[in-house]
């Protein structure tokens, strides 16, 4: 008998510690939601038309197979891609595959004349990351989580680039 009082006793402390745990888990995620708004690069939107992003990302995919890449169209391709983030909700299949585009063309940028270069192989796979969250209709399975994601790597490639600049300025 006195061992099932043990086990009540258990099964309501780690009730208490699940609920503690969910507050608190809540509370965190509450307070980067609304810190997010803060993550949106200021850049003018664009409207982002499907068809032109499916061209985009067969270029990029083109261009992760030759040596001599073309910079001036890869820095097009970045503004492009930030222009259409900036365009759509954080967190839609859209948004994710404008960054995923603009992953990708960081990574070729940053790729060297080397097919076997590993920036290459990354882009080849944001690519393809584009294009199934193009697929995907509506939010992402991740929900506001995926979206927060999403937008963090999007201010990370936003800083990636504003380093590269500083290093091409330097040479």
């Given at each position: 008998m006195r061992w099932v009082f043990g086990l009540v006793a258990l099964l309501i402390a780690v009730a208490v510690a699940l609920t503690l745990s969910a507050r608190s888990a809540k509370r965190s995620f509450d307070a980067v939601k609304a810190?997010?708004?803060?993550?949106?690069?200021?850049?003018?939107?664009?409207?982002?038309?499907?068809?032109?992003?499916?061209?985009?990302?067969?270029?990029?995919?083109?261009?992760?197979?030759?040596?001599?890449?073309?910079?001036?169209?890869?820095h097009e391709a970045v503004a492009t891609c930030a222009a259409w983030a900036a365009g759509v909700t954080p967190g839609s299949g859209a948004y994710r595959a404008s960054v995923k585009l603009r992953a990708a063309a960081d990574?070729?940028?940053?790729?060297?004349?080397?097919?076997?270069?590993?920036?290459?192989?990354?882009?080849?796979?944001?690519?393809?990351?584009?294009?199934?969250a193009l697929a995907s209709p509506g939010s992402q399975p991740a929900g506001p989580a995926g979206a927060i994601r999403d937008q963090l790597e999007n201010v990370q490639l936003r800083h990636r680039e504003q380093l590269q600049e500083v290093e091409k300025q330097d040479q």
């Open positions: 810190v997010a708004p803060a993550l949106k690069e200021d850049v003018p939107a664009r409207d982002l038309d499907e068809n032109e992003v499916l061209r985009l990302a067969d270029r990029l995919e083109q261009l992760s197979g030759v040596t001599d890449l073309p910079a001036d169209e890869l990574a070729l940028l940053a790729a060297g004349d080397d097919l076997a270069d590993p920036q290459r192989r990354t882009a080849r796979r944001a690519v393809a990351e584009a294009r199934r």
